[in-house]
């Protein structure tokens, strides 16, 4: 492994040379991992993410796998979602609470088999919590971290480069669906997943070796298509309500206000139950919806929340915000005060770039292509 000058106790994906080897120059932690975040400009990755394809090292979403007689009975109490009526191939996006109904993470599952089910986490540690939990839980589980690693194939030839890749059946793998693929004698699972709110797909590499030959592969393929290298585009994410945990989500937040009632299952019992029927039955005081900023295209990321003022005081805070090039316009998630997240009250935001008028819209800002969660033949 080359060194690159960053802390050897955070670690590097199967993929990280190849990233700094085409041209990654920003890495963040994420989950004890480095995570390239930055190659060309991120107006110039949006494009590539919506008119063509990109490639992403994303081997920091840890995988925490669950297994045992009594998996299914453990990720029912650790999540409030149903997960009984996922069937293995399938994938589902769950949310896992604490006690309190806090958010904690918000993962894309995969039932591997009846009794065997991946996390594909955000960046907290979700292996801890599970592992914690099942201590005391009285399951019999076992909860472990596997050498799995994905990178994304995310645009609209994505598809092509993938049927390049693994075949065309690759092209019947429906939306939330996994199956298994191979190539030059490299075991993948793939997935129709991905964080961009565009067709694309996860491929998750299967042990730690070759990580470098796969990139090449993809690369390769991709070159018809105007591949290029990048890395999950906050433009194109907030663009479609798409949400970050540890930055628009935290365990200071709760499902509700994000308006994730419909993956709740209140017939079943989990962790957090009797705080978020509380929560429920009280009514939230406070809802994630989008807002427009007015003025000049915003050139600096809110490296903090910025607070939401209306009649003359504080009432809610921004937690991401960014110009959009299609829409022309500053954009933002906002967590607002009930009733003035939907009550005709002026509201301004106090930016790092002065204060802007704001105005309150639903999510998400732009949706999701038809194609991304349609049957592709």
Same mark, same amino acid.
Request: glycine share 10%.
């Given at each position: 492994?080359?060194?690159? $000058? ?9 993929f ?23 190659? @060309? ?19 920091v ?9 009594? /998996? ?12 009984s009526? %996922?069937?293995?191939?399938?994938? /589902? ?5 604490? !006690? ?8 894309? +599952?995969?039932? +591997? ?6 996390? =594909?986490?955000? @960046? =907290?540690d +979700?292996?801890?919590?599970?592992k ?5 839980? $009285? ?12 990178? !994304?194939? !995310? ?14 059946? %690759?092209?019947?793998l429906?939306?939330y ?7 030059? $004698?490299?075991d ?7 964080? =961009? ?14 990580? $470098?030959d ?5 690369? /390769?393929?991709g070159e ?28 200071d ?10 993956l709740?299952?209140?017939?079943? @019992? ?8 509380? %929560?429920?039955?009280?009514?939230v ?35 991401? =915000? ?8 500053? %954009? ?9 997240d939907?009550?005709?009250?002026g509201?301004?935001?106090g930016?790092?770039?002065?204060v ?22």
């Amino acid at each position: 492994m080359k060194a690159h $000058g960053l802390n050897p106790r955070i670690k590097k994906s199967p993929f990280f040379d190849k990233a700094v080897e085409y041209g990654a120059t920003e890495f963040h932690p994420y989950n004890g991992m480095w995570m390239p975040v930055g190659y @060309d400009s991120p107006v110039n990755e949006y494009w590539n993410v919506l008119e063509r394809v990109s490639l992403w090292d994303v081997g920091v979403e840890k995988c925490v796998e669950v297994t045992g007689p009594d /998996a299914e009975a453990f990720m029912q109490m650790l999540t409030p979602r149903d997960i009984s009526v %996922i069937e293995p191939g399938r994938c /589902a996006y769950i949310f896992l609470v604490n !006690q309190d109904g806090g958010l904690l993470n918000d993962p894309v +599952m995969l039932r +591997m088999a009846k009794d065997r089910f991946w996390l =594909s986490t955000a @960046d =907290s540690d +979700m292996f801890l919590w599970a592992k914690g939990v099942s201590a005391f839980a $009285g399951f019999d589980v076992e909860v472990n971290t596997p050498h799995v690693y994905p990178v !994304q194939l !995310q645009g609209p030839r994505s598809a092509e480069i993938m049927a390049d890749v693994f075949g065309d059946e %690759i092209l019947d793998l429906r939306y939330y669906r996994w199956t298994r693929g191979t190539v030059d $004698g490299i075991d993948v699972i793939i997935s129709r997943t991905g964080y =961009s709110s565009e067709l694309g797909y996860e491929i998750y590499l299967l042990g730690q070796d070759r990580g $470098g030959d796969l990139w090449e592969i993809l690369m /390769a393929a991709g070159e018809p298509f105007a591949i290029a290298p990048g890395s999950p585009n906050r433009i194109r994410r907030i663009e479609g309500g798409v949400l970050d945990y540890a930055s628009d989500m935290t365990p200071d937040d709760n499902p509700l206000e994000f308006g994730l009632e419909r993956l709740i299952d209140w017939e079943k @019992d989990f962790l957090g139950k009797a705080a978020l029927q509380k %929560i429920r039955d009280e009514g939230v005081s406070r809802r994630m919806t989008g807002i427009f900023l007015d003025g000049p295209a915003l050139q600096k990321n809110n490296e903090h929340h910025w607070p939401i003022v209306g009649d003359g005081r504080q009432v809610g805070y921004v937690t991401n =915000s960014v110009h959009s090039p299609r829409l022309d316009r500053n %954009i933002a998630l906002a967590m607002i005060d009930v009733p003035f997240d939907a009550n005709g009250a002026g509201l301004t935001v106090g930016t790092v770039e002065g204060v802007r008028n704001a105005e309150r819209t639903t999510l998400p800002f732009i949706a999701s292509p038809p194609e991304k969660t349609a049957q592709l033949r």
